[in-house]
């Protein structure tokens, strides 16, 4: 989608716009003047936030053209076309994904009952043992790939109760700080004393964190230091959830495609690439928003959920 623009006159009249324009301020025939858009509007050239009379902040660029008309680029409502591009596609990525895992979880369940019935009919040693063992394993690492996958497309939270986010981080991490993985990783806390509860799924909002600590931790390599915030916002009334790490960083080419299912550069069986898609459907869940930013020795991955859920049954 191209980046909405309009050309205006020395009234600010509109004069020109093209379809995106148009379509973002839901503009039908006549065009109007640009005060009936933004709040205010700026009487010199440059890069601003301008408010809309939709209400929300949008980057605009505001040049001279020809004709001494101006002209008016919308820079992050082409950015939100993109992400709203890129989250229908997950969402959609998410929903074959659900559709798929739920087809495969019966046969998976039958396979891996025959395979116990035919084990308890053979000799505990021998060849046919091993392969029985070995279809047991592997039909059982299948059945984990499409617990997790029915996990990327749900649609609804599930059971919601009010949440001590903090409390609920703390014993997370209490579960797995004993592993190598942690071992030579300084944790900083940076929580919120007095944070709000939350309504959420618990065991969803664990899944969340634990992917996100795990990853942090990975990109790690076992050393470094990890930061975990956590705030409220109270114009919003959202809580955020941090993960930093001091790690390599995430690439600008793979950064698009991080939350896509099977996504991952872990390479032999360490990654299967679930843990962002499933971080991604819980936080759409939860209706809240999940944002990365990341450079050489600094990733932040950043989750904003509402206190609370509406319109949820
Ligand atoms: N904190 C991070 N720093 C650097 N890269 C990251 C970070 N978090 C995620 N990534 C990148 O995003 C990819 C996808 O992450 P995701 O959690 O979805 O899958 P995974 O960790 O590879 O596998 P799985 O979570 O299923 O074990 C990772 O393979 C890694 O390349
Ligand atoms: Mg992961």
Redesign the pocket.
Known sequence: MKAPWALLDAQKNLVAANEAFLSFFNIKAPLGNIKDLFEEFPQSYGFFKLRSKKGSPIETIISPYPDDLILILLKSASREAKEEFQMEKLAAMGNLAGHIAHEINNPLGAILLYANLLKEDLPSEGLQADYVDKIIKLATRCRIIAKALLNVGRREPGSIEPLDLNRLIINMFSLVEGHRLFKEIDIVWELEKTLPLIHGNRSQLEQLVL?LI???A??LEGKGRIIVRTAYLSPEDTVIFEVE?N????PPE?RPR??EPF????SGG????????ICYGIVKRHQGEIQVE?RPGC?V?RVKLPRVILNYE
Do not use: C, H
């Not at 996504?263 to 872990?266: L, S, V």
């Open positions: 992917n795990t990853n942090a990975e990109a790490d790690g390599p960083g995430i793979i991080i939350f996504f991952t550069t872990k360490k990654g299967t690439g679930l843990g962002l898609a990341s990733t991955f």
